[in-house]
């Protein structure tokens, strides 16, 4: 299994720009996740999804989008890029709740400029 | 959501056990406590996780005091490769979000 894989690795943006970091799972687990972790600071959810056609909002949402259209497949969107998005992105998926063990991406590290 | 407690940082030598405390005086009967890592720049990774019993896996061990208001993490022979930031998580229920703070940073010295 490659577990949770994440594309890009790293991506620069202009302010006003758009993009999709992609996130897939082979594990088939029902439970996916955005997070982002600014520099030096833990991770904050940004939005989460417990199974296909199922999203919710977590921490920290404004500016950002997601579906499920697959078990398989959570892309997040960016539309309106903007410094305060700089940050590194992890996806990460789960079996079953939000609590249980988590498997996480290598991430994707974005600088909006 | 029960709180955790970890000091920023501490270092032990390659090859000793190191020791990562943490509090959690506010921690329900039926939650339980999780450790995760994060080596640099990669994402978090699941260590082990417990409710009441002391735990090991082959990665670590977990002992929880009696009363649950701390517990401690254990990597018996610490390597170079433990050099990471260590989270310790209070997880209120199956559907509950697992909230990250700021952990513990160790570093592991040669």
């Known amino acids: 299994n490659a577990g949770v894989t994440q594309t890009p690795k790293f991506r620069i943006l202009k302010i006003g720009q758009s993009m999709t970091l992609q996130c897939t799972q082979d594990?088939?687990?029902?439970?996916m996740y955005w997070y982002r972790q600014d520099p030096g600071m833990g991770l904050k959810l940004i939005y989460y999804?417990?199974?296909?056609?199922?999203?919710d909002k977590g921490e920290v949402p404004n500016g950002y989008n997601v579906s499920r259209s697959t078990t398989e497949d959570f892309p997040l969107r960016l539309e309106l890029a903007a410094p305060s998005q700089t940050s590194v992105y992890f996806c990460?998926?789960?079996?079953?709740?939000?609590?249980?063990?988590?498997?996480f991406g290598p991430g994707t590290r974005l600088l909006v400029l | 959501d029960a709180k955790t407690t970890q000091p920023p940082s501490m270092d032990c030598a390659e090859g000793r056990a190191a020791n990562l405390p943490c509090n959690h005086s506010?921690?329900?009967?039926?939650?339980?406590v999780y450790w995760y890592r994060q080596i640099h720049s990669q994402g978090p990774q699941y260590i082990i996780h417990?409710?009441?019993n002391n735990e090991t896996n082959e990665m670590a061990s977990l002992i929880i005091t009696e009363d649950r208001k701390s517990s401690t993490l254990i990597l018996p022979h610490a390597t170079l490769r433990d050099t990471a930031v260590y989270y310790c998580?209070?997880?209120?229920?199956?559907?509950?979000?697992?909230?990250f703070g700021k952990g513990i940073t160790l570093s592991v010295r040669p």
């Open positions: 990460a998926s789960s079996d079953r709740g939000q609590g249980e063990t988590q498997y």
């Open positions: 594990m088939n687990h029902n439970y």
């Open positions: 999804s417990v199974g296909a056609g199922i999203t």
């Open positions: 506010t921690i329900s009967g039926n939650e339980y």
């Open positions: 417990g409710l009441k």
């Open positions: 998580i209070v997880r209120p229920g199956a559907n509950s979000k697992l909230t």
